[in-house]
């Protein structure tokens, strides 16, 4: 069979037909203005490219308390979201897809309410308006270009993806990388919104963020996971294809949205990176979590068995609710374990089970602790919250006395107790959860070592360790 570009084109619109996503062609969005289905205006000019009927219809269903005016305003801002840097735009709207556009008005008594308008349901899919338009022609100044393939979440375009003919020898994936640096510089209004850029050829696929270089456009290898983790996509199945439905099935993007994306100012440059969790940071965070609440007793897991054994690839999840014992996630090196780590910071926080956690980020050496205190400040915005490092013994100790809340950093050595005395309780609460990274090389001693003397310190914390050496099937110490 031959894959030409409209092939895979309609390929790529059935699947996400499948998925759920209404589908339409861009001449039926093409000025002047008409009106859809459900009465809301459709483009007044090719210069829009937010769906504004969409987007209001949307915001109002999703914000019914708020009063119109608000609504309006919230509108107007996302509509001139505009910086003088793509990155900083993007990183701007980003904020406000996850967190809610901040809005104030007037309430009956005369005091200003503060709010947070809602751009998406995070929760039900299926309180959210999906599309995917193809052939989307965008007119920005004196540059006219057409999108292959656009997906609008709520009038809002967070997916493009760009393809090329696989038949042509001159037309890579890499040819529709290049027509993606094109719009940047030609139509970056459609960019001030995305999410996730797509290159393919129908034969292979890649997927990266705005600022995303050439390398850093990676394949996307996994459907669905077999009990939150990841499972491999046949090597027969074509690359573009496990791509859509592993990252456009509706409520896992929602989840990318909200819990994979992250930005982060280079220490050295001051150049903004936009990041996408990989398949495998997806899948594993996902799991973590869900052990996590296993292992807190936080919440009854509707979701994992309760087996018995070791932990091993994932496929048996060891221990029953209440344990603390979390496990332990293994990366291979180099696959972005401080990014993983980041990645599950983040979700945990947000998880409403939790209730506001306190995060206790433990290394056994300052220098690790310092690098990896480093990756977290330098992209603080996806916690919600900055985290602190913990210098000494005391500012430990006045950390963790906190009644909640808070990402702590330290290393092992400051739960040692002083000479001659025993390791005072320094939280009872259950929603305290310790992340180790390399946890193999410090938890071996649970009786007499420093790792006894961190549950004495926390006795009713949960567990979770993420290392990048190799885990032995049978070494229960790990």
Not at 115 to 129: C, I, K, M, S, T
Not at 151 to 173: C, M, Q, R, S, V
Not at 232 to 257: D, N, T, Y
Request: proline share 4%; glycine share 8%.
């Amino acid at each position: 069979m031959v894959f030409n570009e409209s092939i895979v084109e309609a390929a790529a619109l059935e699947w996400f037909g499948e998925l759920g996503y209404a589908v339409e062609h861009g001449p039926q969005l093409s000025p002047p203005a008409c009106r859809d289905d459900h009465g809301a205006d459709r483009r007044a000019s090719f210069a829009e490219v937010v769906l504004v009927g969409r987007l209001r219809a949307a915001i109002r269903r999703l914000n019914p308390a708020i009063p119109e005016e608000a609504r309006e305003e919230a509108l107007r801002k996302l509509l001139r979201v505009g910086t003088p840097s793509l990155a900083q735009t993007n990183r701007a709207f980003h904020r406000m897809l996850r967190d809610g556009v901040p809005v104030e008005y007037p309430r009956p008594d005369g005091s200003i309410a503060g709010d947070h308008l809602r751009l998406v349901d995070f929760d039900d899919a299926g309180a959210n308006d999906w599309l995917a338009v193809n052939q989307f022609t965008v007119i920005e100044g004196q540059h006219r270009r057409r999108p292959d393939i656009v997906i609008f979440l709520n009038g809002l375009p967070l997916g493009l993806i760009e393809l090329k003919n696989a038949t042509d020898d001159e037309a890579t994936i890499w040819s529709a990388y290049a027509q993606l640096q094109t719009y940047k510089a030609a139509i970056p209004s459609l960019l001030h919104y995305n999410a996730a850029l797509v290159v393919s050829d129908g034969l292979q696929a890649r997927i990266g963020s705005l600022t995303a270089t050439q390398e850093w456009f990676k394949v996307w290898r996994a459907i669905d996971g077999q009990a939150g983790l990841p499972t491999e996509a046949p090597k027969s199945a074509l690359e573009l294809e496990v791509l859509v439905r592993g990252v456009f099935e509706r409520q896992r993007f929602l989840e990318l949205l909200q819990h994979f994306i992250v930005f982060e100012e280079d220490a050295d440059s001051g150049a903004l990176h936009k990041i996408i969790a990989g398949y495998h940071q997806f899948h594993a965070v996902n799991a973590a979590v869900q052990e996590t609440l296993r292992a807190s007793g936080m919440t009854e897991s509707k979701v994992l068995r309760e087996d018995t054994g070791t932990y091993w690839a994932g496929r048996m999840h060891g221990g029953k609710p209440g344990d603390r014992r979390a496990g332990v996630v293994w990366h291979t090196q180099g696959s972005g374990k401080s990014l993983t780590m980041l990645f599950f910071a983040a979700r945990i926080i947000r998880e409403r089970a939790m209730r506001n956690p306190t995060l206790v980020v433990l290394t056994d050496r300052n220098d690790l602790d310092d690098q990896l205190f480093g990756q977290f400040q330098r992209c603080a915005d996806i916690l919600g919250q900055t985290p602190v490092q913990a210098a000494s013994r005391e500012k430990l100790r006045e950390l963790l006395a906190v009644a909640s809340g808070g990402v702590v950093f330290t290393t092992i050595q400051k739960f040692l107790p002083e000479k001659g005395e025993t390791m005072p309780c320094l939280s009872e609460r259950r929603n305290v959860v310790v992340i180790t990274d390399e946890a193999h090389r410090s938890q071996y001693d649970l009786i007499d070592g420093l790792a006894r003397h961190l549950r004495d310190a926390l006795p009713n914390a949960s567990f979770i360790g993420f290392t990048g050496t190799p885990i032995e099937k049978t070494d229960a110490n790990t």
